[in-house]
C-alpha cells in the first residue's frame, strides 16, 4: 500500500510565500515521479509541477513557472514544493501524487490519470 503524506500548507498574506511538503514511506522512493496538482472549489483538478525521480527533470504549470519550486530529498524520501510571490489565485487544495516510474512523460504528465497514487490534499489559502 502506497501512502503519501502531505504537510504544511495554511494561510498567507498574498505576495508571501509557503512550502508544502510529501513524504512516501517505503523503500526505493527515487525509482518514482512525482508532482503536485491542486483543486480549487468548484473548479477542475489541475497539473502544478512534477520532477523525476532523480530530480534532474522538472515540469510546470505556465500559471506558477518562476514562482514555485519542486524538488526532493530522496534520502528522507521527501519531495516539497516551495511556493513564492503567492497570489489569490492559487488557493487550492494541493495533492502528492506518484507516477508508476521515475520518468516524467511530457505528453501525459499533466494529466490526473497520468497519475497513479494520490496523496489526500493539504490546503493552502492565499488572503489578506
Known amino acids: 500500500q502506497v501512502q503519501l503524506v502531505e504537510s504544511g500548507g495554511g494561510l498567507v498574506q498574498p505576495g508571501g510565500s509557503l512550502g508544502v511538503s510529501c513524504t512516501s514511506p517505503g523503500r526505493a522512493f527515487s525509482n518514482y515521479a512525482m508532482g503536485w496538482f491542486r483543486q480549487a472549489p468548484g473548479k477542475e483538478r489541475e497539473f502544478v509541477a512534477a520532477?523525476?525521480?532523480?530530480?534532474?527533470?522538472?515540469e510546470y504549470a505556465d500559471s506558477v513557472k518562476g514562482r514555485f519550486t519542486i524538488y526532493r530529498e530522496n534520502a528522507k524520501n521527501t519531495m516539497s514544493l516551495q511556493m513564492y510571490s503567492l497570489k489569490p489565485e492559487d488557493t487550492a487544495v494541493y495533492y502528492c501524487v506518484r507516477d508508476r516510474d521515475s520518468i516524467l512523460r511530457w505528453g501525459t504528465v499533466r494529466r490526473p490519470t497520468e497519475w497513479v497514487y494520490w496523496g489526500q490534499g493539504t490546503q493552502v489559502t492565499v488572503s489578506s
Open positions: 520532477i523525476s525521480g532523480n530530480g534532474g527533470s522538472t
